[in-house]
């Protein structure tokens, strides 16, 4: 199946959305911050087919992240997550960047499906 990088600062929700893709086939890597994020696209020259991230995180936000991970490989697919809808509307800006942007809290069902979607596109 994909190969799937989830950047998520809290450990719970970032256990959550890895185990409900990797009970689904799919190869996961995971990171606490965008720096961490980065990093970990950096490391692989990007050969990631999806990046799931939440918005707001310590050292680096998703947002900043996305910004530096399509500079360096356009094309990438990314998502993001957040709980707030001012990030809502901060990532709303960021057209041809970001694929979709999910609010939490969400099912889990709903979170695959989206990732299902974005994959097939």
Known sequence: MAKILI?????????MT?????????AI???????QGLERIHACAADYDLIV???RMPEMDGIAMAKEAARAYPGLKIMLVTG???QRE????????IQDVLLKPFALADFRTRVSKLLAA
């Open 90 to 97: 901060r990532a709303d800006e960021l057209h041809g960047i």
């Open 29 to 35: 890597d995971e990171a606490a911050d965008g720096v």
């Open 18 to 26: 890895s185990r409900a893709l990797k009970n689904i086939g799919h």
């Open 84 to 86: 707030y809808a001012d």
């Open 53 to 55: 991230s939440d918005i």
């Open 7 to 15: 950047v998520e600062d809290d450990d719970s929700v970032r256990a």
